[in-house]
């Protein structure tokens, strides 16, 4: 009895987790203090590493100039979404096109659409001609359901 109200609570915090965007290493903690979950109860799997180059456009002054946003994900299998579904973000790169010198200083990521899609913001400085403009922009990177990224 007690075994099937830990596996009832487990499962119930992985979809939450799921729905809400808890980490894998949140949930590992779980397992670590001997909660064991099955794949009856909703569990992830690790699945895949994949990577997409995407390209939006930076206002440089009077120039459009556009910048190339790499990233490279991790997926997992839901068996609550019977999908793929997005698990964490291993790295984000960006450059830039044209005579100008491309900086990232950062990004930010926020994973929305019940784990199908992250948008992620990208920040950083274009130097041209003399002049240093401060740039950040986002770009949606989408899971299909076998772990492809588009």
Known sequence: MIRQLIS??????????????IGKD?????NQKGIN??????????????????TTTIQVGQTVQTLYVTGTFETQYSDVHKRQLF??????????????TWTQTGY???LIDSGR???ITVSG???????????????EFYCNANGSIG
């Open 8 to 21: 009832v609570a487990v499962a119930v915090m992985l979809v939450w987790g799921i729905l809400f965007g």
């Open 37 to 54: 979950s099955s794949k009856e109860s909703g569990t992830i799997t690790p699945q895949s590493i994949a990577s997409k180059t995407k």
């Open 26 to 30: 949140s949930l590992a903690i779980l």
């Open 87 to 100: 698990s964490g973000v291993k790295s984000i790169s960006s450059k830039a096109s044209g005579s100008g």
């Open 108 to 110: 930010s990521v926020e």
């Open 117 to 119: 899609t992250y948008v």
């Open 125 to 139: 400085k274009y130097s041209y001609n003399g002049a240093t403009y401060t740039i950040s922009t986002s770009i």
